[in-house]
């Protein structure tokens, strides 16, 4: 009965099978170790966060670029404030507000974006207080430029022009008439009656959309192998039973013939020679009516 399974169309179907159910637990497996490496990168970097607000603060060039290693460092930089932005629909401790952004001039030449802290509310001029005056020195978490539409982050358009939606140098390029920095920091004591705005871990990192995409990948590619399964027993229960059928004579074609499946339908030596006697006579009919 289960002779087909030798058929070239069955060794077909099984090594796909073979082939396919380890392919499909080694991506799924490959995803779920993404999905944890990046549980642990949010453990390290909230750790290193915690971390770096002990460090004592280093000079602004040591720890340019921002990278992974560097975001969330404490940093000094020296200038004179400038342009003042809003940063509106921004969320802290579960209220929504907006931050108070500054940009530090520096003796370099270039502005230093600084978030002097946030307010509860809509984003209003009115409520932002003013910048002190004179050279100040500031001291901060450094942070790496923000990217429009992740991370809560929005995408802009439509703003006011003393607002803006990414705290980056593509977003406040046009806004403000600086060379600036790819970069900006968070004050560890907000001013004037503001809130200090906590540091976060660099982006691409921890529990973030990706993380949660490799989850879901995770699930589909063992979906697909269980789905394989199920698929190769129909497949085979299905062709067994046309077996059995066709030992019983019930069929006369199998799933794999090519065509669909009929009853048998044997024909007696009477039954042909009635059929021929019938076409025979309906040969006839016309030429009687013509003569």
Excluded at 15 to 36: D, H, K, N, T, Y
Excluded at 81 to 93: E, S, T
Excluded at 133 to 161: D, I, K, M, R, Y
Excluded at 218 to 237: I, K, S
Aim: negative net charge.
């Amino acid at each position: 009965m289960y002779r087909f399974l030798l058929t070239p169309r069955w060794w077909g179907i099984n090594v796909f099978v073979l082939l396919a159910i380890p392919f499909c637990i080694f991506m799924g497996s490959w995803q779920l170790s993404r999905f944890e490496a990046r549980m642990h990168e949010q453990q390290r970097a909230s750790e290193q966060v915690s971390a770096d607000r002990k460090e004592a603060a280093r000079p602004l060039q040591e720890l340019l670029p921002v990278d992974q290693g560097t975001s969330g460092k404490r940093t000094t930089a020296t200038g004179r404030y400038g342009k003042q932005l809003l940063v509106p629909d921004r969320v802290l401790d579960g209220k929504q507000g907006f931050y108070v952004l500054t940009l530090l001039r520096t003796d370099g030449g270039r502005a230093l974006p600084v978030v002097r802290g946030w307010l509860p509310g809509d984003a209003s001029s009115a409520k932002a207080p003013a910048a002190p005056t004179g050279e100040v020195t500031v001291t901060g978490a450094l942070q790496a430029s923000e990217s429009p539409g992740s991370n809560g982050v929005g995408g802009g358009g439509g703003l006011p022009p003393d607002e803006t939606a990414a705290i980056s140098a593509a977003s406040l390029v046009n806004l403000v008439p600086y060379s600036l920095y790819d970069a900006w920091i968070t004050l560890d004591t907000a001013d004037s009656g503001m809130r200090a705005v906590p540091a976060t871990v660099p982006q691409n990192t921890g529990l973030d959309l990706k993380a949660f995409q490799n989850l879901g990948y995770t699930g589909e590619w063992f979906v697909f192998a269980g789905f394989t399964v199920f698929m190769w027993f129909r497949l085979l229960r299905r062709e067994v039973e046309y077996a059995r059928d066709a030992e019983l004579g019930l069929v006369t074609e199998g799933p794999g013939a090519g065509g669909p499946t009929s009853p048998a339908e044997p024909e007696t030596a009477e039954d042909e020679q009635a059929a021929e006697d019938e076409k025979a006579a309906a040969e006839s009919e016309p030429r009687t009516a013509a003569t």
